[in-house]
């Protein structure tokens, strides 16, 4: 493990039209670098940031042909990270690379263990997120808050970051993994800090977020953590 290393995952399915832009846009950091792509899709994501490592040297690409999830792609990525800081980024290009360093920053200054981020600060770019999708989120961030006994107004962004060896390895879900990480980071005790970032709307590509499909998983899953918590 290197202590001044950010290991960068960024979980890909299906983001051909997103993964150069959002790879590109990275800016040079003051810490040392990874960026660790997985994809576990059927375009051309893969190839396209393969191609991009050859002149980006810090640019590790893993392409798997099973469908891994969100949360079993981020597992993948944990297994390869290098860095004592972790910080996860979806492919979609709707959080601008740019504004992770705001994100790192307090693990790097020792100011926390766990940073949560939240898109409902600042105002969002019209059409980041359907009205539906913001009522729903927003229902379980009260939920998460209320059942953790700390505040949080946003529970489901993609960006997240973690000091390494505090809960990789009590991350188990597969499919959509916020929540195992916010739970994990409480239940363990880290100190925690929510970041304001700015989320834009996705310019390619097909979201892959389905309201009540992905809400009613949310909803067992909440449940059933909340038990595990307790108990």
């Not at 792509?37 to 940031?49: H, K, M, R, S, W």
């Not at 999708?133 to 962004?157: A, H, P, Q, W």
């Amino acid at each position: 493990m290197n202590h001044n290393l950010l290991s960068i995952i960024i979980p890909a399915y299906n983001e051909e039209e997103n993964i150069v832009t959002c790879i590109k846009k990275f800016p040079k950091f003051k810490w040392k670098t990874e960026i660790i792509v997985i994809d576990d899709g059927i375009d051309n994501t893969a190839n396209l940031a393969m191609e991009l490592s050859k002149e980006i040297k810090n640019l590790k690409v893993l392409h798997f042909n099973n469908k891994l999830g969100q949360g079993g792609a981020i597992l993948k990525g944990l297994e390869i990270a290098k860095g004592n800081v972790i910080v996860t980024l979806d492919a979609d290009y709707t959080v601008d690379p740019s504004e992770l360093e705001i994100v790192v920053s307090p693990i790097f200054n020792n100011e926390a263990e766990f940073v949560n981020t939240s898109r409902f600060i600042y105002p969002m770019e019209k059409g980041a997120m359907p009205f539906f999708n913001k009522i729903g989120n927003k229902i379980f961030s009260l939920l998460t808050s209320m059942i953790l006994r700390k505040y949080f107004t946003d529970v489901f962004c993609g960006t997240r970051a973690f000091k390494c060896n505090t809960i990789e390895d009590k991350l188990t879900e597969r499919g959509w993994p916020a929540l195992d990480m916010i739970f994990a980071a409480r239940k363990y005790k880290l100190r925690i800090k929510e970041i304001p970032i700015h989320y834009k709307a996705r310019k390619a590509g097909t979201s892959k977020v389905s309201t009540f499909k992905t809400g009613f998983f949310h909803l067992k899953d909440i449940l059933g953590k909340t038990i595990k918590y307790y108990f």
